[in-house]
């Protein structure tokens, strides 16, 4: 069993208040929009961090990031990227990758609207964290926090920031 904190579209601000939410998981899965370099550094330093980069991304995250990630973990097929849609309304590019990897959890950012939901079409678990930062129209900053093992997911818990 692994504790994951899910979070995306920091855009240059790690919340302090991230550092308690996050205390007891193992890692931090972060889909996209970081910002810059030091907010990427400041999470991995605090735990250990998958993460790709999002459209707002320069350079230095691009050259550390992926655009995707695809990995397994307790018999889960993951993905994430940072530009996905939602179901059923995913972009052509996700699609086509959906019913090739056919992952068990798709993971995505970018809209800044919180999702978590199962998509019976593809299979698999949506998750969208929202948007941990403070640019963009999201009233409210959220991130995740939940268990993976076993193919289970428990305690999945939205955190409003």
């Given at each position: 069993?692994?504790?994951i904190?899910?979070?995306?579209?920091?855009h240059?601000?790690?919340?302090?208040?991230?550092?308690?939410?996050?205390?007891?998981?193992?890692?931090?899965?972060?889909?996209g929009?970081?910002?810059?370099?030091?907010?990427?550094d400041?999470?991995n330093n605090?735990?250990?961090?998958?993460a790709?980069?999002?459209?707002?991304?320069?350079?230095?995250i691009?050259?550390?990031?992926?655009k995707?990630?695809?990995?397994?973990l307790f018999n889960?097929?993951?993905?994430?990227?940072?530009?996905?849609?939602?179901?059923?309304?995913?972009n052509?590019?996700v699609?086509?990758?959906l019913?090739?990897?056919?992952p068990?959890?798709?993971?995505?950012?970018?809209?800044?609207?919180?999702?978590?939901?199962?998509?019976?079409?593809?299979?698999?678990?949506?998750?969208?964290?929202?948007?941990a930062?403070?640019?963009?129209?999201?009233?409210?900053?959220?991130?995740?926090?939940f268990?993976?093992g076993?193919k289970?997911?428990?305690?999945?818990?939205?955190i409003?920031?």
């Amino acid at each position: 069993m692994k504790k994951i904190g899910l979070i995306s579209d920091t855009h240059n601000f790690f919340d302090n208040k991230i550092y308690k939410y996050f205390k007891e998981v193992d890692e931090i899965w972060h889909a996209g929009d970081i910002g810059n370099i030091e907010i990427f550094d400041e999470i991995n330093n605090f735990k250990k961090t998958k993460a790709v980069y999002g459209n707002v991304d320069g350079y230095e995250i691009r050259n550390l990031c992926k655009k995707e990630l695809f990995f397994n973990l307790f018999n889960f097929k993951i993905f994430i990227t940072h530009i996905g849609g939602k179901p059923p309304k995913y972009n052509k590019e996700v699609r086509e990758k959906l019913n090739k990897f056919k992952p068990d959890i798709f993971i995505c950012g970018h809209s800044h609207i919180l999702n978590i939901s199962k998509d019976d079409n593809f299979k698999l678990i949506y998750m969208n964290p929202g948007a941990a930062g403070k640019i963009g129209f999201n009233k409210e900053r959220t991130i995740v926090r939940f268990e993976i093992g076993n193919k289970k997911l428990n305690s999945v818990e939205v955190i409003k920031l």
